[in-house]
């Protein structure tokens, strides 16, 4: 089952996301398998100011386990995080339904 985790980062917390970068990325890759696409949320500016994960889990109690074991959860970057199931009808460019 698909589902997307949106977290939107704390205020004037770029250099908090980027001291911590490198064990999220490799947390990543702990579920590349299942993660369908996964990449920063980026401001006016083109900075990171959050994180948008569209994952391959079971249900949504192994979303929310991933999501509260994200390096960058662990560390209190996340302002708020939202996790929806998701229905995937188009994919690079072309329609599934």
Excluded: W
């Excluded at 398998?33 to 994180?51: H, T």
């Excluded at 999501?67 to 560390?75: E, L, Q």
């Excluded at 996340?78 to 199931?85: A, G, Q, T, Y």
Aim: glycine share 6%; with cysteine; hydrophobic share 45%.
């Amino acid at each position: 089952m698909l589902f997307v985790i949106m977290c939107n980062d704390k205020p004037s917390s770029l250099e908090m996301r980027m001291a911590v970068r490198s064990q999220h990325l490799a947390y990543l890759k702990t579920y590349e398998k299942q993660i369908k696409i996964a990449g920063p949320l980026l401001n006016n500016e083109g900075k990171s100011c959050g994180s948008l994960i569209i994952l391959n889990v079971e249900d949504r109690a192994a979303a929310e386990g991933f999501a509260i074991s994200d390096p960058y959860a662990k560390a209190g970057l996340f302002e708020s995080v939202i996790i929806r199931s998701f229905k995937e009808v188009c994919s690079e460019g072309q329609m599934l339904i």
